[in-house]
């Protein structure tokens, strides 16, 4: 059964701390996505990654940057958390090469509150 | 600058009455339009999924149809039970990669 796992289910910070959020998936998947969900605004794709050491801005990059040392594990890190960034952040993951015959698989998502 | 329109925002069904999403988009270049479903605390799952070479797929009580002239497709949700309750995701894809385009989401209710 395929598995997308991430770090923390909920995580609470401070306005300017450094925050790390880590998703592992054990799909042997070329693709990660990092997304942001808010209500009334959908899923919104922060950066994605389509191989290791690769990295693509997404829609709203602002405010995060993204690493993906392995292929299984990509991190999103939030250099100075503001209160801005309270929301959900859903990982997912697909195969390279997949031609819209695959689905993205999502991992049951962080929700982050920023104090 | 939202690319995946989606509407209601929220629906209210009766148990046995039929669900519609609908969904509209701009960018031709979309090869792939899938729906995922969510349930609270759960990340989205795909639900069904159509091409645009298709008009219409049906998975159990689940249908997308699909409108390439005007680049709009629905979900119809038949037989809506207290069970479908979830926020429903219309998407689509373009791309090698596989970057995926969210409409904004409904959440659907369905009363006994």
């Known amino acids: 059964d395929v598995k997308v796992t991430q770090s923390s289910r909920y995580l609470v910070k401070r306005t300017g701390e450094k925050v790390f959020l880590e998703c592992v998936q054990d799909m042997d998947h070329e693709n990660m996505f990092w997304y942001r969900q808010d209500p009334g605004l959908g899923l919104r794709l922060i950066y994605f990654s389509y191989d290791v050491k690769m990295k693509e801005k997404g829609d709203i990059p602002e405010g995060y940057s993204v690493s993906r040392e392995k292929k299984e594990r990509f991190s999103l890190i939030l250099e100075s958390a503001s209160t801005n960034q309270t929301s959900m952040y859903l990982c997912a993951s697909i195969r390279g090469g997949a031609r819209g015959t695959d689905t993205q698989y999502f991992g049951p998502g962080t929700r982050l509150t920023v104090l | 600058q939202q690319q995946v329109k989606q509407s209601p925002q929220s629906l209210i069904v009766q148990k046995g009455g039929i669900s519609i999403i609908n969904c509209a988009y701009e960018?031709?270049?979309?090869?792939?339009f899938p729906w995922y479903q969510q349930f609270p605390g759960k990340g989205p799952a795909l639900l069904i999924a159509i091409r645009p070479d298709v008009s219409e797929k049906k998975e159990g009580r689940f249908t997308i149809s699909f409108n390439k002239s005007a680049k709009q497709f629905s979900l119809h949700i038949m037989d809506s039970q207290p069970g479908d309750s979830a926020t429903y995701f219309c998407?689509?894809?373009?791309?090698?990669?596989?970057?995926?385009?969210f409409g904004i989401g409904t959440k659907l209710q369905v009363i006994p």
């Open positions: 960018n031709t270049a979309f090869d792939y």
């Open positions: 998407a689509a894809l373009t791309g090698g990669y596989q970057k995926v385009t």
